[in-house]
Nanobody, 128 residues
């Protein structure tokens, strides 16, 4: 069992930056694939980024590639999402998620159903 708590959301002008953090409880954080998802009003939750156990492999949605960076610090049980060059269309509630699936199944990191634990979400608003 793991509990996830996101922080770092807020209101920022388009073009600005934010860094989200997700703190995880438990001693097995290093065994989880970690992902970030987002959900805008009236839309389905969508994949943003994911990272492997050690942090050496990452994957991104095309819409954020080159602007967002996912990273993790296993010593602090924390995963981060650095968001630069924010656009109004990035406005959403951002969720952190943890998966127990094997790291070799990287093609499945984009799917909500691959994740076992979810945080409560943090609001990010990018104004034009």
């Amino acid at each position: 069992q793991v509990q996830l708590v996101e922080s770092g959301g807020g209101l920022v002008q388009a073009g600005g930056s934010l860094r989200l953090s997700c703190a995880a409880s438990g001693r097995t954080f290093r065994r989880y694939i970690m992902g970030w998802f987002r959900q805008a009003p009236g839309k389905e939750r969508e994949f943003v980024a994911a990272i492997s156990y050690s942090g050496d492999t990452t994957t991104y949605a095309d819409s954020v590639k080159g602007r967002f960076t996912i990273s993790r610090d296993n010593a602090k049980n924390t995963v981060y999402l650095q968001m630069n060059s924010l656009k109004p269309e990035d406005t959403a509630v951002y969720y952190c998620a943890a998966s127990t699936m094997d790291v070799s199944y990287s093609s499945r990191w984009r799917f909500l159903s691959s994740y076992d634990y979810w945080g409560q979400g943090t609001q990010v608003t990018s104004s034009s």
